[in-house]
């Protein structure tokens, strides 16, 4: 079983810069592709970035390209997403887990606030 640990979400301004964390507890994080997913009150959780097992393919939704990017420490079981020119749309609860397939358990999310 993998318990993931999301941090780093905080208050920012509009056009301010966050670097995501996301700790995985468990054996196999360095075989899954993974994803940071965000979710905001009565929507639904949408992917914002992937990422595959060894790096190497990134993929990133069009609202958010050239301002997010996502990497991964295998070594040391987390994956991160660093966030500039925040808007205000960007506004949500930030989580990791697995890109696809039978996903891991929700962690508690990170909450992320851009102000106007």
């Known amino acids: 079983q993998v318990q993931l640990v999301e941090s780093g979400g905080t208050l920012v301004q509009t056009g301010g810069s966050l670097r995501l964390s996301c700790r995985a507890y468990?054996?196999?994080?360095?075989?899954?592709?993974l994803a940071w997913y965000r979710q905001t009150p009565g929507k639904e959780r949408e992917v914002v970035a992937t990422?595959?097992?060894?790096?190497?393919?990134?993929y990133y939704t069009d609202s958010v390209k050239g301002r997010f990017t996502i990497e991964r420490d295998n070594l040391k079981k987390f994956v991160y997403l660093q966030m500039n020119a925040l808007k205000p749309e960007d506004t949500a609860a930030y989580y990791c887990?697995?890109?696809?397939?039978?996903?891991?358990?929700w962690g508690q999310g990170t909450q992320v606030t851009v102000t106007s």
């Open positions: 887990n697995k890109m696809d397939g039978q996903l891991w358990p």
């Open positions: 468990g054996d196999i994080f360095s075989m899954e592709d």
């Open positions: 990422i595959s097992s060894a790096g190497r393919r990134v």
